[in-house]
C-alpha cells in the first residue's frame, strides 16, 4: 500500500457498503468492472431503496390524503413520515417546513416565483436586487435570470478567484439595501468548493436580504443543519442522495412559508375553491399543488434512514480521506489542471480538471471504454468554464461507496488517455 493510500481504510466498511449497491457489480464492454466517478450527477441506489419503491408500489400505493380506505391511509402514512424524515435529516424546527418538490430546480424556481408574485416587503421588483454567484449550477442562475426580466431587477453576482473561490473583497458593494435575496450553491457541483456561509448570511441580513442556499451537492455528504446555516430557504435533491429521481426538497422558514403566495395552483393546495376565489391550505400543503411524488418521497425517506444507519460523520470523514488521495494522485498526472481548489480542505467529493489540450469528452470516452465513468462538459456551469477560459472539464465525484483502488483506476486510465492521444 503507498504512503497516500495509508489511513483511507477503517474509515468505512466500502466492501460491506458496496454489496448494497447492486449496479456496482457491472460489467461493461464485455469486461470491464464497473468504476463509477459520476456521483455528483446522481448517485447510485443501495437495495435498502430498491427494495422501499417496490414494496409502496406492490403493497400500499394509493392516492394521499383525503382517502378513508386503508390503502389511502397507508400511503398518506408512509408519505408524511418520510416528510418526518428529511426534518429530523436536516434538522428542521417544524416538519411543516418540508416542501417535497420534483428536483432541486424546482425547488429554487418556487422560491423566484414566490417572491416575484409576493407582497412587502418580500416582493422583488425594478427596485430591488438579486444576488447570485459567478459558481452556481445553471438551476440557480436561469431562475434569477428570469425573474429579473420579468420584474425590472438588478442582477448581481460575485465573481471567483483564481483559485476557484468565492470573491468577497466587495461584498458590500454587492449586497446592498437594496437586496432582496441572496441564492449561492453551497458546495460547487463543478470546483468542488465549499462556500462561506457565514459571512455572506451575516451581510444578507445586516441588509435585511432573505438567503437562499443551494445544498445539492452538501446534503448527501455531511450533515446538513438548516438552523446552523441560518438561512432562509434550502434546497436539495433526492436522486444524488441515494434516493430516487423526481423528488427535491425546499425548506423554509415557516413564518416566510405562511406569508409568500403559492407557485402552483390544483389540488390540495387549497382551503376553499369558488368560481370567484380561493383560499390556500397552510404549509407544506400550500406549496405541493396536485398529486405529490408519493413513491419518490417513500424513496427518500428509506435513503435517509440508510445513511443515518451509515452515519453523516462517518461518511464525511470517508469522503475527505478519497478526495484528498485524489488530489494527490491526479497532481501527478502531468499536464493536468485542477479547476478549483488543489487543497482537500474546505472543498466537496467533485474535482474537475482538464488534461493537456486534449478535449474532456475524448476523455471520457476513453475512461468510458476501460470502464470509468466520469462526468464531462461544463456541468451546468458554463459561466465558470468561461471565467477560466476553458470550453468544458473532466470531472471524477466520490461518494460513500468510493475506494482508493477506484481513484488509481481513474489515474492509470488518464495515462491510458494520454497515451492514446501521442
Not at 162 to 167: A, P, Q, S
Not at 211 to 235: C, G, M, N
Not at 244 to 257: A, C, D, F, K, Y
Amino acid at each position: 500500500m503507498s504512503d497516500a493510500r495509508k489511513g483511507l481504510t477503517g474509515l468505512l466498511d466500502t466492501e460491506a457498503i458496496r454489496k448494497d449497491f447492486p449496479i456496482l457489480d457491472r460489467v461493461i464492454h464485455g469486461d470491464k468492472k464497473l468504476v463509477y466517478l459520476d456521483s455528483a450527477a446522481s448517485s447510485q441506489k443501495p437495495r435498502q431503496v430498491i427494495d422501499a419503491l417496490s414494496g409502496y408500489y406492490e403493497q400500499h400505493h394509493a392516492n394521499v390524503h383525503r382517502g378513508i380506505h386503508v390503502l389511502a391511509d397507508e400511503a398518506t402514512a408512509l408519505y408524511e413520515g418520510a416528510r418526518d424524515k428529511v426534518a429530523a435529516f436536516i434538522n428542521a424546527p417544524s416538519r411543516d417546513e418540508v416542501i417535497f418538490t420534483k428536483n432541486a430546480s424546482e425547488s429554487l424556481n418556487l422560491v423566484a416565483n414566490m417572491l416575484g408574485w409576493a407582497d412587502e416587503p418580500y416582493r422583488v421588483d425594478r427596485d430591488t436586487e438579486i444576488v447570485i454567484t459567478e459558481m452556481e449550477h445553471h438551476s440557480n442562475i436561469v431562475p434569477w435570470q428570469l425573474l429579473a426580466q420579468r420584474t425590472g431587477a438588478k442582477l448581481k453576482w460575485f465573481g471567483l478567484t483564481d483559485d476557484g473561490r468565492l470573491d468577497l473583497s466587495n461584498i458590500e458593494e454587492i449586497i446592498t439595501e437594496k437586496t432582496k435575496i441572496v441564492s449561492f450553491v453551497l458546495v460547487s457541483n463543478i470546483l468542488g468548493t465549499v462556500n462561506p456561509v457565514e459571512a455572506i448570511v451575516r451581510r444578507a441580513q445586516q441588509v435585511g436580504a432573505l438567503v437562499l442556499i443551494d445544498a445539492s451537492q452538501a446534503a448527501p455528504h455531511a450533515p446538513l443543519d438548516v438552523q446552523a446555516l441560518q438561512a432562509d430557504f434550502v434546497a436539495f435533491t433526492g436522486h444524488k442522495m441515494c434516493g430516487p429521481t423526481g423528488i427535491g426538497v425546499l425548506w423554509g422558514r415557516q413564518e416566510l412559508l405562511e406569508d409568500l403566495p403559492p407557485f402552483l395552483g390544483g389540488g390540495e393546495m387549497i382551503e376553499t375553491v369558488s368560481m370567484n376565489s380561493s383560499t390556500y391550505a397552510p404549509a407544506p400543503h400550500k406549496f405541493e399543488a396536485g398529486t405529490p411524488p408519493i413513491a419518490q418521497a417513500v424513496g427518500l425517506g428509506a435513503a435517509v434512514d440508510y445513511l443515518n444507519a451509515i452515519g453523516m460523520e462517518k461518511i464525511a470523514a470517508h469522503e475527505h480521506a478519497i478526495t484528498e488521495y485524489a488530489v494527490k494522485r491526479l497532481l501527478e498526472v502531468p499536464d493536468l489542471r485542477i479547476i478549483g481548489p488543489v487543497s482537500a480542505e474546505d472543498r466537496g467529493a467533485a474535482i474537475s480538471f482538464t488534461l493537456g489540450d486534449i478535449h474532456p469528452h475524448d476523455v471520457g470516452q476513453v475512461l468510458d471504454e476501460q470502464g470509468i465513468a466520469v462526468r464531462v462538459g461544463h456541468h451546468c456551469a458554463r459561466p465558470v468554464c468561461l471565467r477560466y477560459g476553458i470550453p468544458a472539464t473532466t470531472r471524477a465525484s466520490f461518494y460513500l461507496y468510493s475506494t482508493p483502488g477506484e481513484v488509481d483506476a481513474l489515474v492509470d486510465g488518464l495515462e491510458h488517455v494520454r497515451q492514446f492521444f501521442g
